[in-house]
């Protein structure tokens, strides 16, 4: 049996809120790198959090674009947002495989500014989620 869309939310948010806790320890820490893969994690769980709170049975993608633009079919609020939350899709691949970059691993090619940005907009993204469902 599925939860009801309003708990299933509420589990998907409360990983990303855990999850956003990890990546900005680690962008202040020096994990530069993974607190830039987690910010794109919190962004896609967050989203996923909302779509869920709107009713949706199943939820797929890892795309914070594709589900910001999903997410404002329910509430255009979202759609402005979501234009700059997309830069976090592009730390899904490549803050975690050496062949995801031109040269060099992702330990040395991140740094602490991208890592806090990055926490930067996943933070928005779930206080957004947050303040849209009450949740």
Excluded at 16 to 45: N, P, S, T
Aim: net charge neutral; proline share 4%; glycine share 8%.
């Amino acid at each position: 049996m599925r939860p009801a869309p309003t708990e299933e939310a509420r589990r998907w948010l409360e990983q990303a809120r855990e999850d956003l806790k990890w990546a900005g320890r680690l962008a202040e820490e020096g994990g530069y790198h993974i607190a830039c893969f987690l910010a794109q994690q919190v962004a896609e769980k967050a989203l996923k959090a909302f779509l869920y709170a709107k009713g949706e049975a199943v939820v797929l993608g890892h795309s914070v674009s594709a589900l910001g633009e999903r997410a404002a079919r329910y509430d255009e609020r979202v759609r402005e947002k979501s234009v700059n939350w997309s830069i976090l899709d592009g730390y899904y691949i490549p803050t975690r495989y050496p062949n995801g970059l031109p040269d060099g691993i992702p330990a040395k090619v991140y740094n602490k500014k991208a890592a806090c940005e990055a926490v930067g907009l996943a933070t928005e993204v779930v206080d957004t989620v947050a303040a849209l469902t009450g949740l």
